[in-house]
């Protein structure tokens, strides 16, 4: 029994021996060796770039974007003056993202983070200033999750007051002291303005007589109903986000403007009829109205144009601004968000993003009457999603099909060192003779 054993054992060895010399023979080259490496190795098929949501693999794109919308390779400077400036959408899985800004980066100075302490110190390398804009490094500096409109315009001044008073970047305002001196606003070059006049937020320079600061915005975005869920079940447990400025062409809206939906100190316990009935709910169409220029609209005056006309110049505001950051990602596609975030800003994390498939929001059960009544109160948010999600995906293709042409590129110069050494030695051996 164990002969009979030894020669099927064997007999499995001299065919595989024997499929290896044959794969060297039919295709010697290099590319076949990395396929030969890969197939022995135990990860061959945990590709961790698979599509994280069903989606198919073979992506086919709906909207046509040019090569300059789809590279995203910012020339970021960490020890010089650049900051990155991330604009934080409640629910939409920003808080884990922006803990792993600050914990999961390979620096060269890594932030510095202490037990029971909810922020972070993000220097740069031999400098006391800070390269990072967040809820865990500067804290809510421009209000409570400022929106695009609220950060484009403070953000600049705050950098510039704290170089001027030297205030150490952990150090924060409670709130934005307002100015109106026109070297603290953004300076907007006309040749990085979009179709829409609007500014490009990632390259939104800051008059100074020093130097020239580059604001690179990201952001993370999340499907509208799995977001509107969760916001739900956020204010049902007693969020109310009452902090929050919305400050808009310099002060906040007035309660005739912006009613509440609530008449006590917080909306918990609501259920999610009452939500979806408050016509003032924030919640509704919450991405758009965070990354779209308010004061196109005349800000929280619904007078000022027709709904009909507001909601098309807010869409369109959104996609440009979102179009023309440093970065965003997408809540549904965590290794693609850290693979495009790594590629842009020339930055690695430590430990891989993981997928959570199972949070509050997929915990509701919903019909699907309630689920059109979603997407209903969110239809700007679905419109930008999709664009979104689209870019996004063309953006990770473009980026995959860079680095695969680089290395190829690569591959081909090491190969033509490589012949000419042999044709240098053969040459020698030759004059030697």
Known sequence: MEDRSHKVLLALVMLFLFAVIVLQYVCPGTECQLLRLRALSPAAAADPYRAEDETPARFVPRFNFSADDLLRRGDFNIKGDDLIVFLHIQKTGGTTFGRHLVRNIQLEQPCECRAGQKKCTCHRPGKRETWLFSRFSTGWSCGLHADWTELTNCVPSVVDSKKEVRLRPSRVWATFPWSSSRSLLPHRQ????????????????????????????????????????????????????????????????????????????????????????????????????????????????????????????????????????????????????????????????????????????SSVEIDKQTQQRIEALNFLDVELYDYAKDLFLQRYQYMRQKEHQEARRKRQEQRKILRAKQVHLREQGENGS
């Open 190 to 361: 006309p040749s990085t303005e979009g179709s829409l006049g609007f500014p490009r937020p990632a390259e939104t320079t800051l008059l100074n007589r020093d130097s020239s600061v580059n604001f690179y915005y990201i952001t993370i975005l999340r499907d509208p109903v799995s977001r509107y869920l969760s916001e739900w079940r956020h204010v049902q447990r007693g969020a109310t986000w009452k902090a929050s400025l919305h400050v808009c062409d310099g002060r906040s809206p007035t309660t005739e403007e912006l009613p509440s939906c609530y008449t006590g100190d917080d909306w918990s316990g609501c259920s999610l009829q009452e939500f979806m009935d408050c016509p003032y709910n924030l919640a509704n169409n919450r991405q758009v109205r965070m990354l779209s220029d308010l004061s196109l609209v005349g800000c929280y005056n619904l007078s000022v144009m027709p709904e009909e006309q507001r909601n098309k110049v807010l869409l369109d505001s959104a996609k440009e601004n979102l179009k023309r950051m440093a970065f965003f990602g997408l809540t549904e596609f965590q290794r693609k968000t850290q693979y495009l975030f790594e590629k842009t800003f020339n930055m690695n994390f430590i430990s891989p993003f993981t997928q959570y498939n199972s949070t509050r929001a």
